[in-house]
């Protein structure tokens, strides 16, 4: 399928955002990339277009039954000028997972990452040059048939939008503070806890919010059948530094198999550190940590890469994690990670694109 390209003139195009003004998710690039899927047509009229609002109709099944999916990754400019995406292909097999779980249409996963790529190459000019900053990527399909009736739609609307954001730590690592909720329940086995559906993100909403009387940034799920196992943050997987071991929730299908997880995972096995992907329950958590037995805790995910954790609290009770502060090893990962991304280290393990 060819995509057809209608730039913005260039007197037409919107100002750029000073780098250390950069906030995440507030600006986008002057053009996105869009298709149309119908039944018994497929996927068509591929094109990068204007930045613009697009017109629903108000039965559009997307907004009553939540037919949605997305993803999220980013660009880096490097030292040398070369733009690198982080392992985009990991992002869209993904896509095409949360597309068969919520019954939408499959992507040609080469088609989209050719077209992600020419849609960063027009738009390069906004991948930002500060060190921390980076361009996000945001591919997203929905439901578009106008009719009321719990069904799959017959037809879809993918796009990608670009985004210019700031740096996630504009004053350094700084721990988060993390409630821990046995009230409310992100995913339940055979949900769809472990797809990018918008849907997970609403629900874990009124938990965030009860997270902030607490003092706390954010929450981190307990499983639904015991409400004892840690399971991730709505925003981010947990990994656990316990007993000199990183300590995650093994991939069961209530939580999001993250590329950044992933990543992780392959840097502290290189590191020479053993992994265990096992339940862990809060009790041993808190334990842990009152003991010192849990000296780190830190989350992954695209938008922090990797985020110390300073403090849990349960219950009633608050417990710091080590010194409250960044672990030695949270510290190290997130300079590797980053310096993979940045080219100031070597991507031995082949996860960046260069457009």
């Not at 790529?117 to 929905?142: A, H, N």
């Not at 009124?206 to 059948?225: F, I, N, R």
Request: glycine share 10%; charged share 25%; proline share 5%.
């Amino acid at each position: 399928m060819e995509i057809t390209v209608k730039q913005v003139p260039e007197a037409q195009r919107k100002p750029h955002i000073p780098d250390d003004q950069l906030v995440f998710g507030r600006q986008f690039t002057d053009h996105m990339f869009v298709m149309e899927y119908d039944a018994g047509k497929g996927w068509h009229s591929a094109r990068i277009e204007p930045y613009g609002p697009f017109s629903l109709e108000p039965s559009a099944l997307v907004l009553h039954y939540a037919q949605e999916i997305f993803e999220g990754m980013k660009a880096f400019r490097r030292e040398d000028g070369r733009i690198a995406i982080f392992r985009p292909k990991d992002n869209f097999a993904r896509f095409n997972h949360s597309a068969e779980r919520l019954c939408m249409p499959q992507m040609d996963e080469a088609f989209m990452l050719d077209a992600l790529k020419q849609l960063v190459r027009l738009d390069q000019s906004w991948v930002p040059q500060t060190l921390g900053t980076s361009l996000y990527i945001r591919p997203t399909m929905i439901a578009t048939e106008a009719v009321l009736g719990v069904r799959p739609s017959s037809s879809y609307l993918c796009y990608i939008i670009l985004s210019p954001v700031g740096a996630y730590y504009k004053a350094g690592l700084k721990p988060v503070n993390i409630w821990i909720t046995d009230k409310y329940v992100r995913a339940a086995p055979g949900g769809t806890g472990d797809t990018k559906a918008g849907a997970n993100y609403a629900i874990s909403l009124y938990g965030g919010e009860e997270a902030h009387k607490y003092g706390c940034e954010q929450v981190l799920w307990l499983d639904a059948v015991h409400r004892r196992y840690v399971e991730e943050v709505g925003s981010m997987n947990m990994m656990f530094v316990y007993d000199g071991k990183v300590v995650t929730s093994p991939l069961h299908g209530t939580i999001l198999n993250g590329v950044t997880r992933r990543s992780i995972l392959t840097l502290v096995k290189d590191m020479g550190i053993e992994v265990e992907e096992r339940a862990l329950s809060v009790d041993e958590i808190m334990e842990g940590a009152a003991s010192g037995r849990l000296s780190e805790a830190f989350g992954t995910g695209t938008a922090c890469v990797v985020s110390p954790v300073g403090k849990l609290t349960f219950n009633e009770t608050a417990i710091p994690i080590g010194k409250g502060g960044m672990g030695e090893l949270t510290a190290k990962l997130y300079d590797t990670l980053t310096g993979i991304q940045y080219g100031r280290l070597e991507d031995k393990y082949g996860w960046i694109e260069f457009i």
